[in-house]
């Protein structure tokens, strides 16, 4: 019998990131407090406005000035449903970061000519793909339909298919790219400890370098239009 295969993280050195599998020293220190900070309401807020902004985007797009704006009405309900989906499915920091510079990407080609379930399919479909894209094991689109409570099989298979199709398949992530929700987040994870007068964080620049979010281990368990 050859040789049993070690887990991969009993190889790793200890300067090692755990998700970038090079050392955690060439990493921006911002981005490594990013990684840590823990997902709380404050932070679903903060992504519920990222995804509702791109989404209000996508309807003056499809529809005539007349229709009511996504801010316009009560996004409880919806920042409810990306909570219990992020909690069901064990959305990690960087599943969430990534999923949300996809939106970003994705926001200008938006076009949405009604507003039935927008904001769930946007999240859905984001967080489908940025799971899938960081992680070798990653939860079924059977598993993402229990998760959301709402939508079955094959409803999550057409999400992520048109998500995609709006991203033009372009999932490459920088440094630059994560750290542009630096100061939102930050704000948000942090706004309570925050002494009053103290000014939110700017965000920190950073060069494309190979972004620790390629993880190995997983936790996570109508149309877009063009």
């Not at 090079?22 to 679903?44: E, N, P, Q």
């Not at 989906?85 to 510079?101: D, H, K, Q, Y």
């Not at 103290?198 to 996570?220: A, D, I, M």
């Amino acid at each position: 019998m050859g040789p049993v295969p070690q887990p991969l993280s009993s190889v790793l050195t200890p300067s090692i990131h755990k998700s970038s599998l090079v050392d955690f020293r060439t990493h921006s220190h911002a981005l490594l407090r990013l990684l840590d900070i823990k997902i709380t309401g404050r932070v679903h807020r903060y992504a519920a406005e990222v995804i509702i902004d791109a989404v209000e985007h996508g309807l003056r797009r499809g529809q005539s000035p007349v229709q009511k704006p996504v801010h316009g009405c009560d996004n409880s309900p919806f920042i409810q449903f990306l909570a219990t989906t992020v909690m069901r499915a064990e959305v990690t920091m960087p599943t969430l970061l990534v999923a949300l510079v996809y939106v970003k990407r994705a926001k200008p080609y938006l076009h949405i000519p009604k507003d039935d379930w927008a904001l769930e399919r946007i999240c859905l479909g984001s967080l489908i793909v940025a799971s899938k894209y960081l992680h070798d094991r990653t939860l079924l689109n059977d598993h993402w339909s229990l998760c959301s409570g709402r939508f079955g099989r094959r409803d999550i298979g057409r999400m992520e298919r048109e998500f995609l199709s709006v991203l033009d398949f372009d999932l490459r992530i920088s440094e630059d790219d994560i750290l542009s929700h630096y100061s939102g987040i930050t704000h948000a994870a942090f706004a309570d400890s925050q002494p009053a007068g103290v000014q939110r964080t700017s965000k920190p620049t950073r060069s494309n370098r190979h972004c620790p979010l390629r993880g190995k281990v997983v936790k996570e368990g109508e149309s877009f239009g063009v």
